[in-house]
């Protein structure tokens, strides 16, 4: 049953006179209250929730009914469920608090809907007001709102089910059924009429006790059924009213004030009076029925509404324990969760425990066996000495025999020394003495050819690490203490002789970046070198390990191989010169700081050369590539060819490419002002000031003529020493280049006074720039100045540094 919201019934002209009172204003728009019968020009229009179809309804009514005011109705249907938080619930069951919360939000919904329709009207230049009602089946509402406000004429945008060819009701159906016949009304379906209810009586009821016509609302208001039913008793009280009303007036003509008696003959008149008593009577008659209709659906809106009650109650009291059993349940869970925590971290203490202590026994138990092993051993060894004892005499015996054969050997070396020195015409008196006691060699430690031997498994090619024309070189176990065993190709006395001179040498050498002579083998002509785990740096030029070495390694590598050729050169009483100076002799230690290694004891006196050697044959194919031009082309051995090795793999370092023709390709691309071109970027982000500095200093060594090649100097060792650690250096800031922020290798003075990279400004200048880097003024001319002094002050800078390694 509707639950319709009245108001007191206004003057017809009075329609739009709602709009001063608050409750006319929607949503900051002004809705008008329109009052009065349902009757003269106003046009009603159903409106629902689809604004889409509501649109062209509205449209369908502007353009059929022009200038007319339009009274759009709207029956709101609440909805019977209300949305909790224990799921959605019946109304009765719900809080009050959540159901007018609820309700009031619906309202909102309402009004800014109905308030997007008045906008429409408005933008037609329309007048429309508002009637709205709340009841539980729309379709019952409307005809309500029909009867109720005595609307006449109505637009529906709906179709009758009996134009679909449907036997189900509908809201269409419902209103075109339940009308009372004095409406006009018209159904519309998308902007088309689609059918036409002609009204088939007039409008003739005008009761004076009670006014059936009220305004427009526009508020909600909540209706009990304690309220329809009560409305439903004032419609049949009213209806009694007029009914009584309309008997008396047909008994007193004179005191009949709704209906008209027409003139005439008393035949027609009496006729006429009865034909409107029995409509009266047939209107009051439905009415009684549509009023116990409606008592009756609220009876068991009541039934239902106990009914739903007693379950909410019911299903509350249900909920309540179960309530309390979940907050219980969450708590022991909770506990239970915590104490799971506590056992589990327990549990992993235990485990780290038990494989400490598991460690720790494995670890005993290896010791237990250790010290097994170590008993056992000095068991033996306790026997062998008892046996070795007896040995003695004899060892002794054969110890002077091998005395004997010494001094004999002794005299033939001799008597090739002296023959060696008449063919090398060596007048220095010292050098005699160098030579003359052989027996200086054997003051380092002395290996047996048995411990060798122990040590390589008899020189097993499995403990081969390198081969060469002087020989092989073996790795080795030598107490406790991994070496490299060089076995020399010794195949007569001559050389034997430069075996001797050799390890002369090789047992004064101490040097950081020399590779240490410890021992020696005079029986079989074996040396015993330190070893280095590292590898040789060919293997990490070739076999595409070189990723590994980052620019900073790569400088303190050249850095380290200046400093051991520099103190070759400048050993006492003679010079040594390596002679061999290739990738493949340069050792890594694994902090990748590098030693060299088969270095060749060609003595000179300053200002004097060597014949290449023939010591070690020839050095290979892969030596071409470091070997000296101009010792090729004359045969003579200097220091400058050490030099010029020295640059080529300076060279090779920076740029990472091995192959022939590197000198000639990096010199192009110099001069050219395009050095980042070649720099090996796998190695980093190179220093620009670092790279190209190595690259002129490489070029410089690797000059065909030997006189244009620098010399390996102290402060040009300090220099190389202190790159790889310029970038963590405070660096003066007139040192660097104001374009690139770098330390400048070429200052040139520009015409605006300031000093700048000689590459950089060139290119600046070169781009067609007439103005100075640095106050953006043009410049008086494009010429440059070498800075020398500047430059002077940076070199001597670099080469002081001194770094203090952690």
């Known amino acids: 049953m509707a639950a319709l919201l009245a108001h007191p019934p206004r003057p017809t002209e009075d329609l739009y006179s709602g709009l001063s009172s608050p409750a006319a204003s929607l949503n900051g728009f002004d809705r008008p209250v329109i009052s009065g019968t349902g009757g003269g020009d106003t046009v009603y229009v159903a409106v629902g929730k689809s604004v889409e179809k509501t649109a062209a309804l509205l449209q369908w009514t502007f353009s059929m009914f022009p200038g007319r005011e339009i009274c759009l109705i709207h029956v709101h249907r609440p909805s019977p469920l209300i949305p909790t938080l224990l799921g959605k619930l019946p109304a009765t069951r719900a809080s009050p608090v959540i159901?007018?919360?609820?309700?009031?939000?619906?309202?909102?919904?309402?009004?800014?809907?109905?308030?997007?329709?008045?906008?429409?009207?408005?933008?037609?230049?329309?007048?429309?007001?508002?009637?709205?009602?709340?009841?539980?089946?729309?379709?019952?509402?409307?005809?309500?709102?029909?009867?109720l406000h005595t609307i006449t004429k109505l637009v529906v945008g709906a179709i009758p089910d009996f134009m679909k060819g449907k036997k189900n009701s509908c809201k269409a159906c419902h209103v075109s059924k339940h009308a009372p016949s004095f409406c006009e009304m018209w159904f519309v379906d998308k902007g088309k009429l689609i059918w036409t209810k002609q009204a088939s009586a007039s409008l003739r009821i005008h009761p004076p006790s009670c006014q059936l016509a009220t305004s427009f609302t526009d508020n909600f208001r909540s209706c009990s059924l304690d309220s329809v039913q009560n409305e439903a008793e004032c419609i049949k009280s009213s209806f009694d009213v007029l009914h009584s009303h309309s008997i008396s007036s047909s008994m007193s003509p004179s005191s009949c004030t709704g209906i008209t008696t027409l003139t005439g003959p008393s035949g027609s008149s009496t006729l006429r009076a009865k034909s409107e008593e029995?409509?009266?009577?047939?209107?009051?008659?439905?009415?009684?029925?549509?009023?116990?209709?409606?008592?009756?659906?609220?009876?068991?809106?009541?039934?239902?509404?106990?009914?739903?009650?007693?379950?909410?109650?019911?299903?509350?009291?249900?909920?309540?324990?179960?309530?309390?059993?979940?907050?219980?349940?969450v708590k022991l869970r909770i506990d239970a969760e915590d104490e799971l925590t506590i056992a589990i971290q327990e549990q992993e203490k235990l485990l780290k425990e038990r494989e400490r202590i598991s460690h720790e026994l494995q670890k005993t138990m290896r010791n237990i066996a250790v010290l097994d092993s170590r008993v056992h051993e000095a068991n033996r060894r306790r026997e062998e000495v008892a046996a070795e004892l007896k040995l003695i005499q004899v060892s002794i015996a054969t110890l002077r025999k091998e005395r004997q054969k010494l001094q004999g050997q002794k005299t033939e070396a001799m008597r090739w020394l002296h023959r060696w020195k008449s063919h090398e015409q060596c007048e220095d008196e010292n050098e005699d003495k160098l030579f003359c006691s052989v027996e200086d060699v054997y003051e380092m430690q002395e290996f047996s050819l048995s411990d060798l031997e122990s040590a390589t498994c008899c020189f097993s090619e499995t403990f081969s690490i390198g081969q060469g024309g002087y020989g092989v070189v073996y790795k080795g176990e030598i107490l406790n203490k991994t070496v490299a065993i060089k076995k020399l190709n010794l195949f007569n006395t001559k050389r034997q002789l430069e075996f001797h001179r050799e390890v002369l040498c090789l047992g004064r050498l101490h040097h950081p970046h020399i590779v240490e002579l410890i021992g020696v083998c005079r029986e079989s002509w074996l040396l015993v070198y330190e070893y280095l785990s590292g590898g040789s740096l060919r293997e990490h030029l070739l076999d595409n390990n070189i990723n590994t070495l980052t620019w900073k390694v790569r400088a303190q590598i050249v850095a380290d191989i200046a400093s051991g050729i520099l103190y070759l050169h400048s050993f006492r009483p003679k010079t040594i010169?390596?002679?061999?100076?290739?990738?493949?002799?340069?050792?890594?230690?694994?902090?990748?700081?590098?030693?060299?290694?088969?270095?060749?004891?060609?003595?000179?006196?300053?200002?004097?050369?060597?014949?290449?050697?023939?010591?070690?044959?020839?050095?290979?194919?892969?030596?071409?590539?470091?070997?000296?031009?101009?010792?090729?082309?004359?045969?003579?051995?200097?220091?400058?060819?050490?030099?010029?090795?020295?640059?080529?793999?300076?060279?090779?370092?920076?740029?990472?490419?091995?192959?022939?023709?590197?000198?000639?390709?990096?010199?192009?691309?110099?001069?050219?002002?395009?050095?980042?071109?070649?720099?090996?970027?796998?190695?980093?982000?190179?220093?620009?000031?670092?790279?190209?500095?190595?690259?002129?200093?490489?070029?410089?060594?690797?000059?065909?003529?030997?006189?244009?090649?620098?010399?390996?100097?102290?402060?040009?060792?300090?220099?190389?020493?202190?790159?790889?650690?310029?970038?963590?250096?405070?660096?003066?800031?007139?040192?660097?280049?104001?374009?690139?922020?770098?330390?400048?290798?070429?200052?040139?003075?520009?015409?605006?006074?300031?000093?700048?990279?000689?590459?950089?400004?060139?290119?600046?200048?070169?781009?067609?720039?007439?103005?100075?880097?640095?106050?953006?003024?043009?410049?008086?001319?494009?010429?440059?100045?070498?800075?020398?002094?500047?430059?002077?002050?940076?070199?001597?800078?670099?080469?002081?540094?001194?770094?203090?390694?952690?």
């Open 577 to 806: 010169i390596h002679g061999n100076l290739k990738p493949e002799n340069i050792l890594l230690d694994p902090q990748n700081r590098c030693k060299i290694s088969d270095y060749m004891d060609h003595m000179l006196t300053a200002g004097h050369a060597a014949r290449c050697p023939s010591f070690r044959g020839g050095s290979g194919s892969s030596g071409c590539l470091y070997n000296d031009p101009e010792t090729h082309r004359t045969g003579t051995l200097t220091h400058k060819s050490d030099i010029y090795s020295f640059g080529i793999i300076t060279l090779q370092l920076v740029t990472g490419k091995t192959h022939g023709g590197l000198v000639g390709e990096v010199r192009r691309t110099l001069s050219r002002g395009k050095v980042e071109s070649i720099l090996d970027f796998s190695a980093g982000e190179w220093s620009a000031y670092v790279a190209r500095r190595l690259v002129e200093l490489g070029l410089q060594c690797c000059e065909l003529n030997s006189r244009e090649r620098p010399e390996l100097t102290l402060s040009l060792v300090k220099e190389l020493q202190c790159m790889p650690f310029l970038e963590e250096l405070t660096i003066p800031s007139f040192f660097l280049c104001p374009i690139l922020r770098e330390i400048m290798h070429d200052p040139q003075v520009a015409a605006d006074g300031f000093t700048y990279e000689g590459e950089a400004i060139r290119e600046w200048l070169g781009n067609g720039h007439e103005t100075s880097p640095m106050t953006n003024a043009k410049l008086s001319d494009v010429n440059l100045t070498p800075n020398h002094s500047l430059r002077l002050v940076i070199q001597d800078w670099i080469a002081n540094l001194k770094i203090t390694s952690g």
């Open 278 to 329: 029995e409509h009266l009577c047939i209107q009051v008659a439905e009415l009684h029925g549509e009023v116990d209709e409606s008592k009756d659906e609220a009876n068991q809106e009541l039934l239902e509404q106990k009914t739903l009650e007693d379950e909410a109650l019911e299903a509350i009291n249900e909920v309540k324990p179960l309530e309390s059993a979940y907050s219980v349940e």
């Open 99 to 147: 159901v007018a919360a609820f309700r009031n939000e619906e309202r909102e919904e309402m009004e800014k809907l109905l308030s997007t329709y008045l906008m429409t009207c408005s933008r037609s230049r329309v007048k429309a007001g508002i009637i709205t009602a709340e009841a539980g089946e729309v379709q019952k509402g409307i005809v309500n709102l029909v009867n």
